[in-house]
């Protein structure tokens, strides 16, 4: 792509300096300016349209990212709230049981 890019500035430049040294010895030498001016402004173009294009694909992939994460922050704040909860309150009530210690009574 910057190869490309770099094309339309030679050919500025040398219409540049045909104009320079003799501004007779090019006929079309201010059509040929006014074309490589037009193609590198056209490549200008095309390359602020492109990185305006990567640019909104990295946003976007971005705040879904960070809508992600936070989604799974919560839901492991409100899980690790809830185990606390549950632990500290009821570790002292005897008439709850977890499943395996009813598991454990069971058993002969």
């Given at each position: 792509?910057?190869?490309?890019?770099?094309?339309?500035?030679?050919?500025?430049?040398?219409?540049?300096?045909?104009?320079?040294?003799?501004?007779?010895?090019?006929?079309?030498?201010?059509?040929?300016?006014?074309?490589?001016?037009s193609n590198?402004?056209?490549?200008?173009?095309?390359?602020?349209?492109?990185?305006?294009?990567?640019?909104?694909?990295?946003?976007?992939?971005?705040?879904?990212?960070?809508?992600?994460?936070?989604?799974?922050?919560?839901?492991?704040?409100?899980?690790?709230?809830?185990?606390?909860?549950?632990?500290?309150?009821?570790?002292?009530?005897a008439w709850?049981?977890?499943?395996?210690?009813?598991?454990?009574?069971?058993?002969?």
């Amino acid at each position: 792509m910057l190869a490309n890019a770099r094309k339309p500035l030679e050919v500025l430049r040398r219409n540049i300096l045909l104009e320079e040294v003799d501004p007779d010895s090019n006929p079309d030498g201010n059509f040929s300016l006014q074309q490589g001016c037009s193609n590198l402004t056209l490549h200008v173009c095309k390359l602020v349209a492109s990185l305006a294009r990567q640019d909104c694909k990295f946003t976007t992939s971005l705040q879904n990212r960070r809508s992600t994460t936070r989604r799974i922050y919560s839901k492991l704040v409100a899980s690790s709230s809830w185990q606390t909860i549950a632990k500290t309150e009821y570790a002292d009530e005897a008439w709850i049981r977890s499943l395996d210690n009813l598991l454990c009574n069971l058993s002969p």
